[in-house]
């Protein structure tokens, strides 16, 4: 099996009675994996990618040289094993029992019995299930669905009844057994979750725009205390790949909270000093301002210091962002082939906000980047099918950069160019430093102002200054005391002793 699907790991403590799945970020939200000796119901529509986290948890065991038992009521072995060489897997120790009615009960004479012909398939069922289950005398097995046994047994009671008598007969045997459902019954029947001693669900959603969405739940696990709430997942060749909902609280790094600064002196004087180490800037304007050439000062500094960079760009095709920084005087071809910046080009409509997180968490923890980029938060919320959740998500990524050491940097495209502005969201207090840049008219041109709004860690200056952008890098000018209403604009002059201070053409 592909290496991205099973845990090949075979040092497991026989001490924990736990039976890894193999699947990627399962293990981490069961809290190690699965009870052993246990009934486990992974429930599901139709394509949720339950038959694919059950053929790898039962490759995971075979790695192990355990026993291994399939045994599938609604899918051929044919079709199993093609779905088993569409991922690279091997199924080399695992036992395909392919179960189908007797044709006998099919028979004319069989159904003129007193007998309900579903009574005779239930019972020839089960006694075949037994049957496998002594021939192989498994440690794993699986079995596909209990939407068939469901059918046969045509009542709840005599439903519940059949698999409190198959958990009792696994038990027994100190099996660990793994039942799918695909919630095909008309009414939601919770029979197997009073009986299951865990319960896994899977739900796909089906976005506006772009691919289907899948997401996976604990419902319940006895005894045992698993990562609650949704996580994202994807099936990919190779199997499936659960990404867990980042916790922030979790993860807490001791390192010294010193002062960062860029290339530009005036930018640092502007922030008060720079920014600290471990904060999050959010640099906030409408499109064409700078924001993204704002941040790159931030990263050609960082890597200047000998750290590593990593950047995730929504919005701009990369070729593009990387003409615009050598305009800037920033090689980031030539940082890239250095290994000192990481950038990725991210397709928000084929991004679960999980994997992003999990994305980020890995250039932090594997690649050990101490800057992170994101640009724009307008991309990361086209991954949100709600705005709550895009907040939550990112106080809690956030959060973790922040307890890594690792300092942020967001920008964010505000609706319009001038006047009244409008966010697509406010995150402006979650972000420890929140850098505004706006246009403004003055003396016939158009022209670019920049300002610190907040800053939690510190003193900064409150002054608006103009800037301009170019083979220098980035340009600020004096305090504009000569003018009353940048922000909105269309400024006005103050005449007197503080006369208008502009950028003069020797810095284009």
Partial sequence: MADSAIDHDLNEPAQTGLAMTGVSGLDDILGGGFARGRVFLLEGSPGTGKTTIAMQFLAQGAARGEKCLYVTLSETEDELRDSARSHGWDLTGVDLYELVPPESLLDEDQQQSLLYSSDLELGETTRRIFEAFERVKPDRVVLDSLSEIRLLAQSSLRYRRQILAMKHFFSRQ?????????????????????VAHGVVRLEELAPNFGPERRRVRIVKYRGRKFRGGYHDFRIETGG????PRLISAEHRTEFARDMLTSRSGELDALLGGGVERGSSVLVLGPAGTGKSLL?????????DRGEKVAMFVFDEEIGL??????????????MVDAGDLFIEQVDAAELSPGEF???????????????????????????????????????ELLQYLNRQGATTFLTVAQHGLVGDMKSPVDVTYLADTVVLLRYFEAAGRVRRAISIIKKRTGAHEDTIREYKIGSFGIKLGEPLVGFQGVLRGVPQFIWGENSATLLENEYE
Avoid: W
């Fill in 295 to 303: 941040t790159l000062t931030f990263a050609a500094a960082a890597i």
């Fill in 174 to 194: 100190n099996t660990t057994v793994l039942m799918l459902d695909d919630l095909t019954a008309e009414v939601s029947d919770k029979t197997v979750h009073s």
């Fill in 240 to 243: 499936v790949q659960i990404y």
């Fill in 357 to 395: 997180s999990k994305r980020v968490q890995a250039m932090v923890e594997i690649n050990k980047v101490r800057s992170v980029i994101i640009d724009s938060l307008n991309g990361y919320q086209a991954a949100m099918p709600e705005e709550n959740a895009l907040i939550l998500h990112m106080h």
């Fill in 321 to 334: 962002l990387f003409n615009r920084a050598i305009a800037l005087g920033i090689d980031m071809k030539a």
